[in-house]
């Protein structure tokens, strides 16, 4: 519940927190230090050997790595992360006895025994559009940087890049040809500020916290 003690302060920096989050794995992740790696479900396989690389890198580096339990980036982050015997968070725009997409049931399985699965919508509550845009701008939040690897156009990962850049948090984006639709979201951050990353010290140099919580340098 807000309020409560576990609550993360993070989340008071948004117009409209959760009253109450549901929560299933270790708690302690909310008051780690998190990076977000999102993306384009319809990854390439490029895309998500880079979610792999930087997932694996910044949890080698002290951080716990966030993003959605989507297909494609999102998942290849998770299960970079969890592939090391890192923790990982996932946040749902579901209730949390429901698995979105059915595909990463397993997944879930795996961060909620290895990690923490959080939502704010109650048990039985199943997928809707609106949904997502509701999680995405939990993981801007409770994130204190915002990673894209891959986006289009209209990819949901910018609500996300877009609401971390108003909460004040750092946005990051991979650069790509500027004639592949999967790096047009991606090339636009960039053009509207987002740090141009090429490596996972990219990420770490711009974050404060690295001196903080003692994070290993590469």
Known sequence: MRGDSNYPERLNDLYDPPACLYINGDITLLKEPMVAIVGSRKSSAQGL????????SLSKAGTTVISGLAKGID???????LGIGS??????GTGLDITYPKEHLALAHAISNHGLLVSE???????????????????AALALGVLVIEAAEKSGSLITARLAAELGREVFALPGPINDPLFTGCN????????????????????????KHHLNWF
């Open 121 to 139: 919508f109650a048990p039985g509550t199943g997928p809707k559009a609106f949904h997502f845009p509701r999680r995405n701008r939990l993981i």
């Open 188 to 211: 636009e951050l960039i053009q509207q500020g987002a740090k141009l990353t090429r490596s996972p010290k990219d990420v770490l140099e711009e974050l404060t916290f690295h001196q």
């Open 87 to 92: 923790k990982t968070l996932a946040v749902c």
């Open 75 to 81: 998942g290849a982050a998770h299960r970079a992360s």
């Open 49 to 56: 050997a880079h979610s792999h690389y930087f997932a694996q």
